[in-house]
């Protein structure tokens, strides 16, 4: 019986709505008398027809295309409202209706919401025209509807005019939760925001970037299209092709949510707050209506497969609007899911991890080239637009790399092959050190050995050598602020020793075997052995303290190199490091000019041109220091300092010790104190026999002068032959006395020396 009567209806309203409209009752599709009448907006028909192209009367025309799904929901809608009536929920107060059909016309449903504007108990069914509308009772309280978002906009604008509450099922355009422009309109499904959202959201978890879109033209199509266009460059999806069809193409077969609408009504003039207040509940889930006028609620995930030629939906998911997350309901779901993964719509191919996009000659985003990361930059994610840098202090990557890559510490090692290779002539020289002290020790009363200043003095410069072969240790291990301080003031401080010792020599040298009266009275004032030697070293102590106290040597870590972190030893202060080198620079030069002129020494007792050779290897060891020193780089820095003190201490140990250790082990015959004493001696007489002839030399030169001048004054004349006579006198005196003079003056320099 139920079934017939619903058959019934179904033909009576199909029949009223399809022939045009005559009266305005002939417009209503069904209606309910009662003390609260709701309005209700549905596209029953898919159309109008008109049988011109332009319409030329205005008048409401037949509509067709009868949609059965949209008469469903009105059957809803009327149910809902007769459950309502047979309950005691609304005691005392009956609901009514009022629905019409808007054949998914604007113009219709316009026609619609003037006689829900109409005056209440008014027969002419007229809407008055006020400035203030809040005593105005309209015959319908609320309207429900409608299903197009480009219709229930147009409504709402008019239904705003009374905020007469408008509570829509289908429109989801986003502009509609905008109470600004739609104060009183509520619905029941979620903004296009969330859909377009959700969309956007399941194409990137899918793996996609690369579709295409095909929406409606009205403005819920317009509108969805510029909202997904946004979420999904939000994701980094690109739209390969935009498809709009016309309005009469599109699918209405979205599910009905059948739903309670009321749970209290009061007065009527508080029905939207009411409204917008609401909670209800279905299913154990609650709903309300938000601050936009949009109800809570989610989406519904849909796969359609074609199989054997049929098409099933099935439900994947759920999405939550509020959390942005996919509920997926079973095993079967989430394999569904994993099967979308392996469906490709991409532009190009993805970008793996230490490899960047680059975008080529393409409106799309989405369509690139991957190119691999430069040196010192990483993506560690697939699909980056560029690539990240490194933190260049510590971390560098090599070209197309994922991670960055902590930077190695680098110094000079134990166990560095050159560094080996030093320290083995480190070794060597300290163990000729060694050799040379043996030697002096065992032949401490022998000439060589006195003549070289006595065990003391070499044994003191020996100390100095030793000290500077160990003082390359320091260079070489990982540098510590102990080792950067100690390496430079132990090489200072001992090879300043070791020139200073050297020069004392030097000056006895020239102080025993000098005829010059005046040199010999200078040399006597500079010879004091312990002072001058404590002065010397004294001033590069001095150097040194106020190097560590002011701007000492420390660890510094260099980070400049791409790849690894030098660990080096910081000078502090180039000015004092230079004025360290230079002081010894300086001694090493007075050492050279002393030696320099005691070159003519007796051949087995020429020490003196020995420490010319050394000190000219010292000169030109440093020398070229410089300029290697500044322009290398690395961990191999300390090597050139390494092999410059290496050389200049072979340099001076050698030419000052192994010329005499020659002597001592190889020619013993000449060392003997006879063989010393007869050298000696015939220095002497050959060095007074060249004085005698450079003074007649002198005396034939004057004798000249005076021939050359007969015309002079008779005071200056005999001043001149005064002069002359002294001069042959003490030539003739020279002569006869060269003999005497050679015998006794060998004693006095050999007791000298």
Known sequence: MALLIILITCFVIIFATSQPCQTPDDFVAATSPGHVIIGGLF??????LSSEDHPRRPQIQKCVGFEISTFLQTLAMIHTIEIINNSTLLSGIKLGYEIYDTCTEVTVAMAAALRFLSKINCSRETVEFKCDYSSYMPRVKAVIGAGYSEITMAVSRMLNLQLMPQVSYESTAEILSDKIRFPSFLRTVPSDFYQTKAMAHLIQKSGWNWVGIITTDDDYGRLALNT????????????AFKEILPTFLSDNTIEVRIHQTLERIIAEAQLLDVLQNVTFTDGGNSFHFDAHGDLNTGYDVVLWKEISGHTTVTKMAEYDLRKDVFIIMNQEAKNEFRNLKQIQSKCSKECSPGQMKKNIRSQHICCYECVNCPENHYSNQTDMDHCLLCNNET?????????????EVEYLGWKDSLAILLLGLSLLGSLFVLAVGIIFTRNLNTPIVKSSGGLPVCYVILLCHFLNFASTGFFIGEPQDFTCKARQMLFGVSFTLCISCILIKSLKILLAFSFDPKLQNLLKCLYRPVPLVSACTGVQVVICTLWLVLAPPAVEENVS????????CEEGSTLAFGTMLGYIAILAFVCFICAFKGRKLPENYNEAKFITFGMLIYFIAWITFIPVYVTTFGKYLPTVEIIVILISNYGVLCCTFFPKCYVIICKQETNTKSAFLEMVYSYSSHSVGSLAMSHASRDSTNSSVTATNPNSSGASSAWQKSQDLQLQTLAHTCKENATSISKTLPRKRISSI
């Open 43 to 48: 596209a029953i028909h898919e159309k109008m």
């Open 228 to 239: 997904f266009v946004t979420q999904a460059a939000a994701n980094n999806v690109c739209i």
């Open 395 to 407: 971390q560098w990557a090599p070209v197309g790399s994922p991670a960055c890559l902590e930077k």
């Open 561 to 568: 190199l791409p790849r690894v972190i030098i660990l080096q």
